[in-house]
């Protein structure tokens, strides 16, 4: 994921009507989270993030744990 996509990530998840604090609440804590907690699964390969146009409207992103046979959504 390139910088520009973390920074709109991050942004969105700053939110906080969408925000729910998996990654954390400041942007830093957000990509570190994405760059360094989520390690069984690449994070690239770990959010959905749909647009309509250029705007994005969501985002969905899991945390998969190999080792106890779970994610977190």
């Known amino acids: ?5 973390y920074l709109i990530l991050s942004q969105s998840l ?3 009507k ?3 604090g998996f990654c ?7 990509v570190d989270c994405m760059k360094n907690d989520m390690d069984d ?4 390969d770990s959010f ?3 647009y309509e146009g ?7 992103g ?5 080792e106890n046979s779970n994610a977190e959504i």
């Open 24 to 30: 954390g609440k400041e942007q830093d804590e957000i």
């Open 41 to 44: 699964i690449n994070y690239t």
């Open 54 to 60: 250029n705007e994005l409207v969501g985002v969905l």
């Open 1 to 5: 994921m390139n910088s520009v996509k």
């Open 62 to 66: 899991f945390d998969a744990d190999f």
């Open 18 to 20: 969408s925000h729910i």
């Open 48 to 50: 959905i993030v749909p």
């Open 14 to 16: 700053i939110i906080m």
